[in-house]
């Protein structure tokens, strides 16, 4: 049992939302039709990957394109492993939630009035959708938090961290939140609950995504005794700038997509020499080819450059633009120091086709789930579709849950490892990153075996975010171990080929705490 401040008050809701990107506030729009949701958030409301995306969003809405061309685009991306069901319901439900988004007021980029669809890597047609350029996930998050406040039944409740999840008779009853003004735990009892609580980019040195990406829904979900799994699949991003004491903000792929050349540290093109694609190859083989020159040259970073075009970038990219210049480089006129980060996570907790998790009462979506959609390697531009179509779909269905009048049962203990945050990212980051080994993921499992764990005498957001990463480190790191091939994001260096023998999802639980393959 937890040994902190006396539990406060307590909320009741119909349903708890935890998480307010775009799989949250889309699966609250469905719910509110049926009783009263609260969605609550660890930091501000705007603090979410949803927000950073630049990227944009892929669905087969032109002239040109077909939905059975996107299909085969993921499938392909997924390299074997992605549930061709999953991606069918992607795909196909796809361009009626954009419609909808438009008719709720998203604005994106349009050629006169006809909507304008970019072509990126590794889709066969023209199809991602951008607004303002570079800000499609804050333009989608604005439409759907827009929607979201003309609906009574919907309460927003913001620096509220989810700690621990709130169970009766085996099943999910809510939640308990840190209140972060007054430090105290609030119980907040609900028919059921979706964990949209987004990725855990922070669990590496390296991320393009915000300060909030640490895995809580993953680890709480597994606490719990949910199965998790496919958390070995962790998509790198080749370009995030590389500017010391900067955040490393996302450079997109849209910028090489217009024709942006990767540099080495000499000034040459080097991308031609690992792929025939060149700067458009697959993110990962392009984030490891960043490595390989970088290594081979012992330089920090490689160059990102567009210049010399005008003033293309500042008008196609504004907020890149803008942020880069804020660090002192002009990309109109000067190429960006850019190295891989930590961008997307394949895995989490594992859902049907609606967003059910083995739990009852415990549903998932967008990049917290793991529906099978991205198998080993996602398809660029697909996770924003992701959250607003398995949003959607899990707000449709936990309306079935009828909640449960069992008395609760007791949090798990809160064991704190004793480690430096920035020591477990570090170790993240070279034992579990772009290159792992066997060897490698032995050290990074026997270090955090090694961490003695504290009994904390208080909650705080910190402790509680640092037992998440601690758990979901551990979990990458046996996957990633266990799955003793290269597949996608995941490459071994000890077992370099792909193999039939592993073309199977890892799943875990804590009751067995085994990692199998199914
Ligand atoms: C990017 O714009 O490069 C990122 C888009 C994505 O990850 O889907």
Redesign the pocket.
């Known amino acids: 049992m937890w040994g902190i401040k006396a539990l406060t008050d307590s909320l009741r809701t119909d349903f708890l939302v935890v998480g307010a990107g775009v799989a949250g506030m889309r699966a609250a729009i469905e719910l509110a039709r049926h009783g009263e949701v609260l969605v609550v958030a660890k930091d501000s409301l705007k603090e979410s990957s949803s927000e950073y995306?630049?990227?944009?969003v892929?669905v087969a809405l032109s002239d040109e394109d077909e939905v059975s061309l996107h299909e085969s685009d993921t499938i392909a991306a997924g390299d074997g492993l992605c549930s061709a069901d999953a991606v069918r319901v992607l795909v196909e439900e796809g361009p009626e939630r954009i419609q909808e988004l438009i008719e709720w007021g998203a604005e994106f980029d349009r050629e006169g009035s006809k909507l304008l669809f970019a072509r990126?890597a590794a889709h066969s047609r023209s199809r991602v959708l951008h607004a303002h350029g570079?800000s499609t996930g804050r333009e989608i998050s604005r439409a759907l938090y827009q929607k979201c406040a003309s609906i009574a039944n919907i309460e927003f409740r913001s620096f509220s961290a989810v700690v621990d999840l709130m169970m009766a008779g085996g099943r999910a009853a809510g939640a308990y939140a840190l209140d972060e003004a007054s430090g105290a735990l609030l119980p907040i009892r609900a028919r059921c609950v979706l964990l949209a609580t987004g990725g855990m980019g922070r669990l590496y040195r390296d991320t393009?995504n915000p300060d909030v990406a640490t895995g809580d829904g993953v680890a709480a979900a597994y606490r719990c005794g949910a199965t998790v799994g496919d958390l070995e699949f962790v998509?790198f991003?080749p370009?995030a700038l590389h500017v010391e004491g900067a955040p490393r903000f996302?450079?997109?792929?849209?910028?090489r997509g217009e024709g942006a050349l990767l540099l080495n540290a000499s000034g040459e093109r080097f991308m031609q020499r690992y792929h025939p694609m060149a700067e458009l190859a697959p993110?990962d083989v392009v984030s490891r080819s960043i490595v390989e020159e970088m290594r081979r040259e012992n330089s920090r970073h490689v160059y990102l450059d567009l210049s010399g075009r005008g003033s293309f970038v500042r008008e196609r990219f504004p907020r890149i633009y803008e942020t880069c210049l804020r660090h002192g480089i002009d990309l109109d006129q000067m190429a960006a120091p850019v190295l891989p980060a930590a961008?997307?996570a394949m895995g989490g907790v594992v859902t049907d086709l609606w967003g059910r998790t083995d739990i009852m009462g415990l549903y998932a979506a967008g990049e917290a789930a793991c529906t099978g959609v991205h198998g080993a390697n996602?398809?660029?531009?697909?996770?924003?579709l992701e959250g607003m179509v398995y949003g959607a779909r899990a707000g449709r269905v936990m309306t079935e849950t009828a909640g449960t009048s069992a008395a609760m049962e007791p949090p798990p203990e809160f064991l704190v490892p004793d480690m430096g945050v920035d020591d477990l990212r570090w170790w993240s980051w070279t034992e579990a990153g772009l290159l792992r080994s066997g060897e490698g993921l032995n050290r990074l499992i026997a270090r955090l075996n090694r961490a003695p764990m504290e009994q904390r005498a208080r909650v705080t957001r910190a402790a509680a975010e640092l037992r998440a990463m601690h758990q979901v480190v551990m979990l990458i790191a046996r996957s990633a171990l266990a799955r003793e091939e290269s597949r996608g994001a995941h490459r071994r260096i000890d077992y370099p080929e792909r193999s039939d023998a592993f073309r199977k999802h890892s799943r875990v639980r804590s009751s067995s705490d085994e990692i199998n393959f199914s």
């Open positions: 995306a630049q990227g944009g892929a990126e570079d393009t998509q991003h370009t996302l450079l997109s792929e849209a910028l993110r961008h997307y996602r398809l660029a531009s697909n996770s924003l």
